[in-house]
């Protein structure tokens, strides 16, 4: 069974600190993917990253960046010098090896409110 | 642009009714899925469909139907709506392969009073 865990439920900064949001997760498959979506409050989810579990390197994208790491079962992700337009509910979300039919797995959410 | 459309954005509904909740994607993509969202649970799996006509059951099925008869659309069927179905319902779709992913729709909040 695949499990991903968000512990942080809500997370509160002020602009332009970094922030960080912790995912772990859990699988027996050798090959998966995961994922991180923004949900802002118009409530649509946009998609921000997939990686592979062969792809270990970590990513940066912007004021984003991702931390990957295996043997910890760990995918954070890192907003740097943060904005209120970055204010939204962030999913972690994890799938199998099978690109067609492969279920998407997602944790609880971290509600992340930047304030100015 | 990639586009998965669902039709209502806010519905009520009265306890007992059948309810149809509509979804399209314009992107030829063979795999769709049905989440319900729900405060402190996440987005948990309903159903999910592989190819026209096919369906698996996700994480939570029970009091829920599902069609595909077409390759763009999957339709989710409460089929006697409870008020314990109130919740926001998100529909994906999902090609299969590449890197990208789920595209997802922007919700129906369904209220069954």
């Known amino acids: 069974a695949q499990k991903v865990t968000q512990a942080q439920t809500e997370i509160s900064v002020v602009e332009k600190e970094d922030v960080t949001l912790d995912c772990v997760y859990e699988?027996?498959?050798?090959?998966?993917?995961l994922f991180w979506y923004k949900q802002p409050p118009s409530g649509e989810l946009v998609f921000l990253i997939r990686?592979?579990?062969?792809?270990?390197q970590n990513e940066i994208s912007g004021r984003y960046s991702w931390n990957f790491q295996k043997s910890t079962s760990s995918f954070n992700f890192t907003i740097t010098a943060s904005q209120v337009v970055d204010s939204a509910v962030y999913f972690c979300?994890?799938?199998?090896?099978?690109?067609?039919?492969?279920?998407?797995?997602f944790g609880e959410g971290t509600q992340l409110t930047v304030n100015p | 642009d990639v586009k998965v459309t669902q039709s209502s954005r806010y519905l009520v509904k009265r306890t007992g009714e059948k309810v149809f909740l509509e979804c399209v994607q314009d992107?030829?993509?063979?795999?769709m899925f049905w989440y319900r969202q729900d405060p402190g649970l996440g987005l948990r799996l309903i159903y999910f469909?592989?190819?026209?006509?096919?369906?698996e059951k996700g994480d939570i099925p029970e009091g829920y139907s599902v069609s595909r008869e077409k390759k763009e659309r999957f339709s989710l069927i409460l089929e006697s709506a409870s008020t314990n179905q109130t919740s926001m319902y998100l529909c994906?779709?999902?090609?299969?392969?590449?890197?990208?992913?789920?595209?997802f729709g922007s919700g129906t909040r369904l209220t069954v009073v």
């Open positions: 699988t027996r498959d050798t090959t998966y993917y």
């Open positions: 992107m030829d993509h063979e795999n």
């Open positions: 979300a994890l799938s199998g090896p099978r690109t067609s039919g492969s279920r998407l797995t």
């Open positions: 469909s592989y190819d026209v006509k096919m369906k």
């Open positions: 990686r592979n579990s062969f792809d270990e």
């Open positions: 994906a779709s999902f090609p299969g392969g590449g890197v990208y992913g789920y595209t």
